[in-house]
């Protein structure tokens, strides 16, 4: 299922530089555990959701953090 755009941009970004040190501290491990495993599997959705403005929890949790409201304001009486 495709799901419309729901992070906005500052959220994009925060999200994409979470997801890279969290990989970039996983790819630094001398020694893969569980914990790693799932650091980057959080660090993989976190780049996912950073680079395609998409989140599905955020989905689920009916969230939206996008700007939508880019439009004309004059319409509003």
Do not use: P
Request: overall charge negative.
């Amino acid at each position: 299922m495709v799901i419309e755009r729901n992070l906005g941009n500052i959220e994009r970004v925060i999200r994409l530089l979470l997801g890279l040190l969290f990989l970039g501290w996983v790819l630094t491990r001398q020694d893969a555990n569980w914990v790693d495993l799932f650091v980057t599997i959080i660090s993989v959705a976190l780049i996912l959701n950073g680079v395609f403005a998409r989140c599905y929890l955020w989905f689920i949790l009916d969230v939206n953090t996008c700007d939508n409201d880019k439009g004309d304001h004059s319409a509003a009486a």
